[in-house]
T-cell receptor
Framework: DQQVKQNSPSLSVQEGRISILNCDYT??????FLWYKKYPAEGPTFLIS?????DKNEDGRFTVFLNKSAKHLSLHIVPSQPGDSAVYFC???????????FGEGTQLTVNP | SQTIHQWPATLVQPVGSPLSLECTVE??????LYWYRQAAGRGLQLLFY??????ISSEVPQNLSASRPQDRQFILSSKKLLLSDSGFYLC??????????????FGPGTRLTVL
């Protein structure tokens, strides 16, 4: 039962352009969402989060959008940089007390 | 500031041998602690989590076990490794008080290869 899905295993973008990473979820009880970035052979690094009371959260070049009715969230990176090349995981949880559920990840490649 | 350590960074073990991976957290008290595994080309699978000393919850039945002998120490063990235990093992922590609902912060990981 894959409750959090990242349907695109990979994404390639030119440097300076926008990267849009997508994530869908099925559990309507999820109310807290996170994005992590992972380089090979390293642990994931927390990027940005959003709670269900918001539909947008911005931190520098990173913006997360949440569409609760569609059960969809996205991460926008603009402008994209070669150093952004990594695997991006979305994750979700219920604030009433359960663990993070992760998607399968999307490999982002930013070409110079 | 909080830091999380894992060791060893890499490990090659024969099938049937025991395993012990250690994770420690500094700079916080009573954290929630987690063990994840990432198999090749796959997402993150939660193996165990702990909300306090001696309190371990298992997410997936397997030949692995976890222990939390001290507040900020989390150990992943196996008595006999299988080939399928190969993967990248990650320890994570979050602020204690609620089970896994806060942001989790990950350690550097251990690459385990079982031959």
């Amino acid at each position: 039962d894959q409750q959090v899905k990242q349907n695109s295993p990979s994404l390639s973008v030119q440097e300076g352009r926008i990267s849009i990473l997508n994530c869908d979820y099925t559990n309507s009880m999820f109310d807290y969402f996170l994005w992590y970035k992972k380089y090979p052979a390293e642990g994931p690094t927390f990027l940005i989060s959003i709670s269900s009371i918001k539909d947008k959260n911005e931190d520098g070049r990173f913006t997360v959008f949440l569409n609760k009715s569609a059960k969809h969230l996205s991460l926008h990176i603009v402008p994209s940089q070669p150093g952004d090349s990594a695997v991006y995981f979305c994750a979700a949880s219920r604030l009433s007390g359960s663990r993070l559920t992760f998607g399968e990840g999307t490999q982002l490649t930013v070409n110079p | 500031s909080q830091t999380i350590h894992q060791w060893p960074a890499t490990l090659v073990q024969p099938v049937g041998s025991p395993l012990s991976l250690e994770c420690t957290v500094e700079g916080t008290s009573n954290p929630n602690l987690y063990w994840y595994r990432q198999a090749a080309g796959r997402g993150l699978q939660l193996l165990f989590y702990s909300v306090g000393i001696g309190q371990i919850s298992s997410e997936v039945p397997q030949n692995l076990s976890a222990s939390r002998p001290q507040d900020r120490q989390f150990i992943l063990s196996s008595k006999k490794l299988l080939l399928s235990d190969s993967g990248f093992y990650l320890c994570a922590w979050s602020v204690g008080g609620r089970s896994g609902t806060d942001t989790q912060y990950f350690g550097p990981g251990t690459r385990l290869t079982v031959l």
